[in-house]
């Protein structure tokens, strides 16, 4: 009999540490730039992405993983009579998870569970550290897959971008458009809600004080959160914002863990640089 095996595609944002810790398996998605195609996290790094982008004055599409290299990943696992659990990219932002689908029929294989995560970056994350707890601790993998969707709503994830270009070019958030007209330069929160990113609150200033606000703005939601972790993550940020933002969490003296990371490829394909969310488990009830 095979093993609970628990898989995740790029966009999820884990750390390279915690992928090793937590045995997760990441299949990459993929970033075109001009003809070429770069699995993200392997081929190609965010910063490329955005000097890339700033010289073509335009940004990367991005695009679901390749069924080829699914079928390499899944093959051996299926082999082993392994139970399969895969957690996707919002289904509304990607087809990523109907590609995972696609191979699972390719190979007639019946124990494959696909989990439309309905969020993105550490969104995603936060499900599939909950995933392989509940498989540490004995539970079978559907109920594993049971207990995720059930909770999949209580997952807060927001950020703060520090430019609208790359979400307004990427067309991943209508709302972004219409902010585009105004004079000002307005940084929004973008609040991810069933599986959709629309704007939550609107900020003027230095992203220094933009985070700071944006932090402030949801302590009362992080002092009534699951206790156990909370991820700062970020497209590549000044290290005193990082540190002031893990210093604020610190002193909340509410969190097991607090977790930094840095998004990927794709994720920041859409955000640009400088953005910053934090994302956590609203208290299960």
């Not at 982008?53 to 990367?60: I, L, Q, S, V, Y």
């Not at 009362?220 to 990082?242: M, R, W, Y």
Request: aromatic share 8%; charged share 25%; proline share 3%.
């Amino acid at each position: 009999m095979g093993k609970i095996r628990i898989l995740a595609d790029s966009t999820c944002d884990l750390s390279q540490d915690l992928i090793e810790e937590y045995g997760i398996t990441i299949i990459p998605l993929n970033i075109v730039l001009d003809s070429r195609s770069y699995k993200d996290g392997l081929e190609i790094t965010p910063d490329e992405i955005y000097e890339w982008a700033d010289r073509m004055n335009t940004t990367p599409k991005t695009a679901s993983p390749e069924m080829g290299y699914v079928l390499e990943v899944l093959k051996p696992l299926v082999d082993n009579k392994d139970d399969i659990i895969f957690l996707g990219i919002s289904e509304d932002m990607s087809a990523t998870c109907q590609t995972i689908r696609m191979v699972a029929e390719e190979l007639d294989y019946k124990n494959i569970w696909v989990i439309n995560s309905k969020n993105l970056s550490t969104g995603i994350g936060l499900q599939v550290l909950r995933a392989v707890a509940y498989e540490r601790q004995g539970m079978d993998a559907e109920s594993i897959v049971r207990e995720i969707e059930t909770a999949r709503d209580k997952v807060s994830a927001s950020f703060v971008i520090d430019t609208l270009t790359y979400l307004h070019r990427g067309g991943r958030c209508s709302a972004v458009t219409a902010l585009l007209g105004n004079a000002l330069k307005l940084k929004p929160m973008i609040l991810v809600d069933n599986g959709v990113m629309g704007v939550a609150k609107k900020y003027r200033g230095r992203q220094h004080t933009v985070v700071h606000s944006y932090v402030k703005d949801l302590e009362a939601q992080l002092l009534s959160a699951d206790p156990n972790c909370v991820f700062i993550t970020h497209s590549g940020i000044d290290k005193g914002i990082e540190q002031e933002t893990y210093d604020y969490l610190k002193q909340l003296n509410y969190f097991k863990n607090i977790y930094i990371t840095r998004a990927g490829g794709v994720i920041s394909s859409h955000c640009g640089p400088n953005t910053l969310g934090v994302l956590f488990y609203n208290k299960l009830t």
